[in-house]
């Protein structure tokens, strides 16, 4: 598996490519990643009694993807279309 900052990167070049504004994809980023941080802060806090052996690291690495792909959404949300067609 890839790392996040592999993860990270690799959507972030793909975003820019189609042609969304830095500043924005910079912001989609951080919100990715805050966004699975905070799910699985939320669910290691609900799960602890259930399963102690949860690691919030490996899974904010399992709910990463899913918000790297909405990111695009989370970008056109605010206005932002791409500038390039490919």
């Given at each position: 598996?890839?790392?996040?900052?592999?993860?990270?990167?690799?959507?972030?070049?793909e975003l820019l490519d189609k042609g969304f504004p830095r500043?924005?994809?910079n912001k989609s980023m951080e919100w990715a990643l805050g966004s699975a941080e905070g799910?699985?802060?939320?669910?290691?806090k609900h799960?602890?009694?259930d399963n102690p052996g949860v690691s919030l690291?490996?899974?904010t690495n399992q709910f990463l993807p899913q918000?790297?792909?909405d990111a695009e959404t989370w970008?056109?949300?605010?206005?932002?279309e791409p500038k390039l067609s490919k």
């Open positions: 598996m890839a790392s996040r900052t592999e993860l990270i990167s690799s959507r972030k070049k500043g924005i994809v799910m699985a802060r939320y669910v290691t799960a602890a009694d690291d490996k899974l918000y790297l792909t970008i056109r949300s605010f206005g932002h």
